[in-house]
């Protein structure tokens, strides 16, 4: 049973277009993370919820809009994709924020999105 | 704010060899520090964590890692490499405090040959 999953695993699509990303954790975490993670494999996070309530907002185009329905759940929408907007995108989960709790992130398998 | 230094993007180890990959860090606070893997076209998976319970902390696959505080330093080791340990390795470093995320270091390719 996966812990957290994301679909679609692949996403080709030009530019110009409009895409979404979905993501499932079954953990019972109450935090929800975006990563994005380039060609160079750098890591950075771009957006984090805490019981469906933004509370990282990275320097992100506002082309970018997450929404979180519920603490399970954490999408992605893009509009307008543009070529630099080509990366693998990680959906990840963690324990609530509070001292004591070490906060370890656990990923999903990434979405890769190539944008033409 | 913190943020974590990984030296040398690449690694290259016989198989049998010894592994080494550095992290250095730097926290205003006393930090958790992990290292995770990812294989090719997978997510990241946790091989370790720091939480200051001990200063050498063992992890999956006989990977360890030991905070040195005055060195600031994070270093993951594993005593005979494998040719499946090949991947991309990432130190990443959190505050023990408030809103804090993990911040990545750039990572490092464990290439591991014959």
């Known amino acids: 049973d996966t812990a957290v999953s994301q679909t679609p695993k692949y996403l080709v699509t030009q530019m110009g277009n409009d895409k979404s990303i979905k993501c499932e954790q079954n953990?019972?975490?109450?935090?929800m993370y975006w990563y994005k993670q380039d060609s160079k494999k750098f890591l950075k996070i771009m957006f984090s919820?805490?019981?469906?309530?933004?509370?990282i907002n990275e320097t992100v185009p506002n082309r970018f809009s997450p929404k979180s329905p519920d603490k399970a759940h954490l999408n992605l929408h893009i509009n307008s994709l543009e070529l630099g907007d080509s990366a693998v995108y990680f959906c990840?989960?963690?324990?609530?924020?509070?001292?004591?709790?070490?906060?370890?992130?656990?990923f999903g398998e990434g979405s890769r999105l190539t944008v033409l | 704010a913190q943020s974590v230094t990984q030296l040398g993007s690449h690694v290259s180890v016989s198989e049998g060899a010894l592994v080494l990959l550095r992290c250095n860090y730097s926290?205003?606070?006393?930090?958790?520090l992990f290292w995770y893997v990812q294989y090719p076209n997978q997510g990241l998976q946790l091989l370790l964590k720091?939480?200051?319970?001990?200063?050498l902390v063992k992890g999956i696959n006989d990977f360890e890692a030991e905070f040195k505080k005055s060195e600031t330093s994070f270093h993951l080791t594993k005593p005979s490499a494998h040719m499946s340990d090949a991947a991309e390795y990432f130190c990443?470093?959190?505050?023990?405090?408030?809103?804090?995320?993990?911040?990545f270091g750039k990572g490092t390719m464990l290439l591991v040959s014959p």
């Open positions: 919820y805490n019981n469906k309530e933004l509370i």
């Open positions: 953990l019972g975490h109450d935090t």
């Open positions: 926290s205003s606070v006393p930090p958790y």
């Open positions: 720091y939480t200051s319970a001990a200063t």
């Open positions: 990840a989960s963690s324990q609530d924020y509070s001292s004591g709790v070490t906060g370890e992130l656990f």
């Open positions: 990443a470093v959190r505050g023990n405090s408030g809103y804090s995320t993990l911040t």
